[in-house]
């Protein structure tokens, strides 16, 4: 039963924007890149990229692991993984954890002031990556990292990483990712945004406070239906009925920590990835994963409702050096099991990436 309260508390947090920083916690910080070219030929104006970082860079500039984040999350998204003792081990790694486009914190439609709200350009996952590129190497002076590690959305930049600079990694740790979003993922995203989108307090983007009814809605879909599973709630809730206030009060925390526009943007750039329209590989998402060099575990989540675990499962039979396992065999938390909240789903992903991170020849097809 605690562990059931704790899971009904800690889903406030699976998908909530930038939380407040306390004393105990790493100081965030933000690098000017000036303007970001995207792909699109566009240019984000007077960029920054937000991030906090864990640990200390060695002399040799050997020992950097770069954390993703992922859809409206943001750096601290793997906190439950850093830490003595942790798969990202402080005393071991310096980990730059950092904040996506579009989240909040880097420069995105809620806080650009040249191009503000609905202004904004649209940009990729590709463009992600190459603004966290241009952090690693022009502010840190980093040539290699030890590994890139990311949930979900975070999982799909690790592998777009993997592609755009195979040489640039030893590792790659994909959680729930996608490859290719497949049809399923972009019905959910066009739904939870539609729900947004629809509401008249939207005002095409123009609201002067939160548009309440599809931000509730929103959460619904996305959080509460397609972050988890109905073995979760059939465990969590003996009284059916008791689900129903249990969703208002998550609605009643998005409305405090969400923005809408951001969420859009971020749900574009989700819906159009493919690895396999990176420059080279014309659009054959089989031959971009097979470039990747690095040694690479993705780990999926059983009755995944977001990102379905049969696409990352077959998607990444193309990588050469590849380590495939389900979170926490046996259990139904879907895409919640990287969510960081599920004690024994904490627990294993500790384990399992910090022994595949310290294992040279760790990267072998199995799967579980």
């Known amino acids: 039963m605690k ?13 909530a924007p930038a939380l407040a920083h306390t004393p105990q916690q790493a100081p965030h910080q933000l690098y000017s890149e000036g303007d970001l070219k995207l792909e699109s030929g566009e240019v984000i104006k007077d960029f920054s990229i937000s991030y906090v970082t864990h640990g200390t860079l060695n002399a040799e500039k050997s020992n950097a692991v770069l954390m993703v984040t992922a859809i409206s999350g943001n750096h601290h998204r793997l906190d439950f993984m850093i830490g003595p003792g942790k798969a990202l081990d402080p005393d071991k790694y310096f980990i730059i954890c950092t904040d996506a486009i579009g989240n909040g914190l880097t420069t995105s439609p809620s806080n650009s002031k040249a191009q503000p709200r609905m202004q904004f350009p649209k940009f990729a996952i590709r463009d992600m990556v190459e603004s966290q590129y241009r952090l690693a190497k022009e502010k840190f002076g980093i040539e290699h990292v030890v590994a890139v590690v990311g949930p979900s959305m975070g999982g799909m930049q690790a592998l777009q990483w993997g592609v755009s600079h195979p040489d640039y990694m030893d590792a790659l740790v994909a959680m729930v990712p996608l490859a290719k979003t497949p049809a399923w993922s972009v019905a959910v995203v066009e739904a939870s945004r539609k729900a947004i989108m629809t509401d008249a307090a939207w005002n095409d983007g123009n609201y002067d406070a939160p548009p309440e009814r599809g931000i509730r809605l929103w959460r619904d879909i996305l959080n509460l239906l397609s972050a988890r599973t109905p073995d979760m709630y059939q465990a969590q809730f003996k009284n059916p009925m008791d689900v129903l206030p249990w ?23 989700y819906e159009r990835h493919d690895v396999g329209t990176s420059p080279g590989f014309n659009g054959d998402t089989a ?30 039979k ?37 022994s595949f991170l310290q294992n040279p ?6 799967s579980n």
Do not use: C
């Open 3 to 15: 562990d059931l309260v704790r899971v009904s508390i800690l889903s406030l947090l699976m998908s």
């Open 247 to 269: 969703m208002k009060a998550q609605e009643d925390a998005a409305l405090k920590a969400f923005d809408a526009n951001d969420w859009i943007y971020q749900t574009w750039a």
């Open 287 to 316: 031959k971009a994963l097979a470039s990747i060099k690095a040694r690479t575990l993705i780990l999926t989540g059983t009755k995944d409702l977001l990102n379905p675990e049969f696409e990352p499962t077959e998607m990444g």
């Open 318 to 354: 193309n990588i050469r050096n590849v380590k495939m396992e389900t979170i926490s065999p046996g259990t139904v938390n879907g895409h919640a099991s990287a969510g960081g909240f599920i004690p024994a789903d904490v627990e294993f992903l500790n384990r399992e990436v910090g």
């Open 361 to 366: 020849g760790g990267g072998a097809k199995t």
